[in-house]
C-alpha cells in the first residue's frame, strides 16, 4: 500500500513538474513573440556587449524585416571590429530613405540622417574621406544645418585639405548660434565668442582654428581656439591645436605650457604622442625657452 501512495505521489508531482515547464514554454514563446525590439536597447548594448547586440539585430530580423534591425546589426559589427562591412551598410541603408519614406515622416527623416551620420564617422575612422564628405553631404540634403552632419563634412574637408570649403560650410552655425543667444539673453550680440554657450559644439571652433591655421590665418585661428577651449578647458585636441597656433606666433613659452597641459590630461593619448613630438623638436632649438 505504502508502495502504491509513493508511486502516486511521484506520479503527481512528476506531472504537476511537466506541467509548469510546459507553461514556461508557452509563456516563453509568447514572450518572444511578443518582444518589443528597440534600436535605442541595440545601441545600449553595442558598446558593452557587441556579439549580444549583434545576436539581437539576427533576432530582430527574424522577427520582422526593419531598416532598424539593419542598422542595429551594422552598429553592432562596427564594434566587433568590421569597420568595413559596417561603413558600407549602413552608407547603403541611409541612401534607401529617399525610397522609403513620406516627406511628411519627420521621424524617420532624423532616422535616416543618423544613420548617414554613422556612415560618415564609419568612413572617417577608416580613413575614406571622400566617402563620408559625399554621405554627410547626402544626410545634410535629409537635414540641412544638422550639426552632426556639418561637422563631420567639415571633418572629411580639413583631411582633403580644403580649408575654406570648411569655413564655408561651418560658418551657417555660428550664424545660427548668434540668432539662438539674442533669443536666449534677449540682449545684442558682441563679437567676443566668449558670449557664445552651449548650443555650438566646441569640435566647429576646434575645426574652423585648425583651418584657419593652415591657411595662414592665425589670428582668426587663435580667436576660435580660445572658445573652444572656454567651452572645454581639458580638451586635448583644442590645446595642441592652440600650442601649434601660439608657437606659429612666436609664443613659445605658451606653446610649451599648452602641450604639457595635453600630457598632463590625456597622457595615453595621440594628441599627447604629438604634443610630445613637438616638444621635443622644441627642445632641441637653442633658441627655444627652457622647459621646465
Known amino acids: 500500500m505504502r508502495i502504491v501512495v509513493l508511486i502516486t505521489i511521484i506520479f503527481l508531482f512528476c506531472s504537476s513538474m511537466l506541467f509548469h515547464m510546459e507553461a514556461l ?14 534600436i535605442n536597447t541595440c545601441i545600449a548594448m553595442v558598446g558593452d556587449d557587441p556579439f549580444g547586440a549583434l545576436a539581437y539585430a539576427y533576432e530582430w530580423q527574424k522577427q520582422e524585416h526593419s531598416y532598424q534591425a539593419q542598422r542595429c546589426q551594422a552598429l553592432a559589427l562596427l564594434y566587433t571590429g568590421d569597420e568595413a562591412t559596417a561603413a558600407k551598410m549602413l552608407d547603403e541603408l541611409a541612401q534607401r530613405a529617399q525610397n522609403s519614406f513620406s516627406s511628411h515622416n519627420k521621424g524617420e527623416i532624423l532616422s535616416y540622417a543618423r544613420i548617414a551620420a554613422e556612415a560618415a564617422s564609419a568612413w572617417l575612422a577608416l580613413g575614406k574621406v571622400k566617402k563620408a564628405q559625399k554621405i554627410a553631404a ?19 574637408l580639413l583631411l582633403q585639405g580644403k580649408m575654406s570649403q570648411v569655413v564655408e560650410s561651418l560658418t551657417p552655425l555660428l550664424y545660427q548660434n548668434q540668432k539662438d543667444e539674442q533669443k536666449d539673453l534677449k540682449k545684442s550680440y558682441t563679437k567676443s565668442y566668449r558670449n557664445l554657450h552651449g548650443k555650438i559644439s566646441a569640435q566647429v571652433f576646434v575645426i574652423l582654428a585648425s583651418a584657419e591655421q593652415k591657411m595662414g590665418h592665425l589670428n582668426a585661428a587663435l580667436d576660435y581656439i580660445q572658445q573652444a577651449i572656454y567651452m572645454n578647458p581639458q580638451d586635448s585636441v583644442a590645446l595642441l591645436e592652440r600650442g601649434i597656433i601660439r608657437e606659429q606666433r612666436g609664443d613659445m613659452t605658451g606653446a610649451i605650457q599648452d602641450w604639457q597641459k595635453v600630457l598632463e590630461v590625456a597622457p595615453d593619448s595621440h ?22
Do not use: F
Not at 514554454?25 to 528597440?38: A, C, L, M
Not at 547626402?138 to 572629411?156: D, K
Open 138 to 156: 547626402y544626410g545634410l540634403s535629409l537635414v540641412p544645418n544638422n550639426q552632426a552632419l556639418l561637422i563631420l563634412q567639415a571633418r572629411a
Open 25 to 38: 514554454g508557452v509563456e516563453t514563446r509568447t514572450k518572444k513573440q511578443k518582444q518589443n525590439w528597440s
Open 271 to 292: 594628441e599627447a604622442n604629438m604634443a610630445q613630438q613637438d616638444l621635443d623638436v622644441m627642445a632641441a632649438d637653442p633658441d627655444s625657452p627652457d622647459l621646465p
